[in-house]
């Protein structure tokens, strides 16, 4: 954790870093802009003040405020709804300063959320990161691409309302630039209209248009444990505010460095903007991403355009242009595989949690069933009398 957000729970609040870059307000460093002081204007007649959530642990959570980062109770806003609990990256009303304790009252309405379904039997959602620009995922060059992994991490952060940036790290430990550029070619492949940048911490190569693409915005740090987003997290931050750990010797698995979801100010001198790190995440289920997964895989949803039906479910229709185009090898099989197991996985999530679509999944497996005996009792014939 940075030395920051360690001095939170001290008696004197923390000050903010880059409060004295002569900024109009001292949270724009954070994200603060017009639209979120519009929001905030009927909390601010009540006597509240904004802030920022750097980071949440056990119903308390730090908060950055025009007073420098202080600690704040979430219990007014715990609701029913697990995607409404407090959350890093949001922005709050608490109380103001002299209340002890202080209290987090209300959340402001969130711009995205990057929201995964947990492996709860109950499919709720979890969300990971609230009010994000940029969910840069990290993926390392040490090993095999997992292309399928990086389809569904493309298609949560296409539903999240966040821009997608890709990240190929530890670009160091491959040994030439021929092959750099042929995983970066798979890569592209996976995220079509995605931006792919290979970079490594190590060396800092690439870290300079990273930064470029980051700046003055904030950006949600994902990826498996061992990509080597704590590194990377360093390599922007300009210190080492996030502990590193060795991936396993035995099987190459990475382990959880970060345990907590922190918000870190990026450095001024390279343009600003915040930092959400995250453990790193050994599942992750798709969550309401029927509009992701149409971006993840655009190509697919462009050539469906020419079906010659319009429900064509891409399996044996006749007249079916991305089965045309797997033929012709225009479209890989893979991607095609990998859209149906994704787009699989979202509905049976989907009739989970929406008990409409449940009955309409079992109104038409009834219709299936009629339909089967049918079929049956046709081949078999008219029965003969005795």
Same mark, same amino acid.
């Given at each position: 954790?940075?030395?920051?957000?360690?001095?939170?729970?001290?008696?004197?609040?923390?000050?903010?870093?880059?409060?004295?870059?002569?900024?109009?307000?001292?949270?724009?460093?954070?994200? /603060?802009? *017009?639209?979120?002081? @519009?929001?905030?204007? #009927?909390?601010?007649? &009540?006597? $509240? %003040? !904004?802030? =920022?959530?750097?980071?949440?642990?056990?119903?308390?959570?730090?908060?950055?405020?025009?007073?420098?980062?202080?600690?704040?109770?979430?219990?007014?806003?715990?609701?029913?709804?697990?995607?409404?609990?407090?959350?890093?990256?949001? /922005?709050? *009303?608490?109380?103001? @300063?002299?209340?002890? #304790?202080?209290?987090? &009252?209300? $959340? %402001? !309405?969130? =711009?995205?959320?990057?929201?995964?379904?947990?492996?709860?039997?109950?499919?709720?959602?979890?969300?990971?990161?609230?009010?994000?620009?940029?969910?840069?995922?990290?993926?390392?060059?040490?090993?095999?691409?997992?292309?399928?992994?990086?389809?569904?991490?493309?298609?949560?952060?296409?539903?999240?309302?966040?821009?997608?940036? $890709?990240?190929?790290?530890?670009?160091?430990?491959?040994?030439?630039?021929?092959?750099?550029?042929?995983?970066?070619?798979?890569?592209?492949?996976?995220?079509?209209?995605?931006?792919?940048?290979?970079?490594?911490?190590?060396?800092?190569?690439?870290?300079?248009?990273?930064?470029?693409?980051?700046?003055?915005?904030?950006?949600?740090?994902?990826?498996?444990?061992?990509?080597?987003?704590?590194?990377?997290?360093?390599?922007?931050?300009?210190?080492?505010?996030?502990?590193?750990?060795?991936?396993?010797?035995?099987?190459?698995?990475?382990?959880?460095?970060?345990?907590?979801?922190?918000?870190?100010?990026?450095?001024?001198?390279?343009?600003?903007?915040?930092?959400?790190?995250?453990?790193?995440?050994?599942?992750?289920?798709?969550?309401?991403?029927?509009?992701?997964?149409?971006?993840?895989?655009?190509?697919?949803?462009?050539?469906?355009?020419?079906?010659?039906?319009?429900?064509?479910?891409?399996?044996?229709?006749?007249?079916?242009?991305?089965?045309?185009?797997?033929?012709?090898?225009?479209?890989?099989?893979?991607?095609?595989?990998?859209?149906?197991?994704?787009?699989?996985?979202?509905?049976?999530?989907?009739?989970?949690?929406?008990?409409?679509?449940?009955?309409?999944?079992?109104?038409?497996?009834?219709?299936?069933?009629?339909?089967?005996?049918?079929?049956?009792?046709?081949?078999?014939?008219?029965?003969?009398?005795?």
């Amino acid at each position: 954790m940075s030395s920051s957000l360690s001095s939170s729970s001290s008696a004197s609040p923390s000050p903010l870093p880059g409060s004295s870059s002569g900024s109009s307000h001292p949270l724009t460093p954070y994200g /603060w802009d *017009a639209g979120w002081e @519009a929001e905030f204007g #009927p909390f601010a007649e &009540r006597g $509240l %003040l !904004p802030g =920022r959530v750097v980071r949440v642990d056990r119903g308390q959570c730090d908060i950055v405020t025009a007073e420098g980062i202080v600690r704040a109770d979430t219990e007014f806003v715990v609701p029913h709804d697990p995607m409404k609990v407090v959350c890093t990256g949001d /922005w709050a *009303a608490l109380d103001p @300063a002299g209340c002890d #304790p202080r209290y987090v &009252r209300t $959340l %402001l !309405p969130r =711009r995205s959320a990057f929201v995964r379904s947990t492996s709860s039997k109950r499919s709720e959602g979890q969300v990971l990161a609230a009010n994000v620009e940029h969910a840069l995922i990290a993926v390392p060059l040490g090993g095999d691409l997992y292309l399928g992994r990086i389809e569904r991490f493309i298609s949560l952060a296409w539903s999240s309302g966040a821009q997608p940036l $890709l990240v190929l790290t530890k670009a160091d430990l491959v040994p030439d630039a021929v092959t750099v550029a042929h995983l970066l070619a798979d890569a592209q492949s996976a995220a079509p209209g995605v931006r792919v940048l290979p970079v490594s911490a190590e060396t800092g190569d690439g870290l300079d248009a990273l930064a470029a693409v980051l700046a003055g915005g904030t950006t949600a740090l994902l990826g498996q444990s061992g990509a080597g987003k704590s590194t990377l997290a360093n390599a922007l931050l300009g210190h080492g505010a996030q502990t590193v750990q060795a991936i396993r010797d035995r099987d190459g698995k990475g382990r959880h460095t970060t345990t907590t979801r922190n918000l870190l100010p990026l450095p001024a001198a390279s343009g600003g903007g915040v930092l959400i790190d995250t453990p790193g995440l050994r599942g992750v289920g798709l969550w309401e991403a029927e509009e992701g997964l149409g971006q993840a895989f655009s190509e697919i949803e462009e050539l469906a355009r020419n079906c010659r039906f319009q429900d064509c479910a891409h399996q044996a229709e006749p007249g079916c242009a991305v089965l045309a185009a797997v033929e012709d090898g225009t479209l890989p099989e893979r991607r095609l595989d990998s859209y149906r197991k994704l787009l699989r996985e979202n509905v049976r999530l989907a009739a989970r949690t929406d008990a409409r679509l449940r009955a309409e999944q079992r109104q038409m497996f009834k219709q299936r069933q009629a339909l089967g005996r049918h079929m049956m009792e046709r081949k078999r014939g008219p029965r003969r009398k005795r």
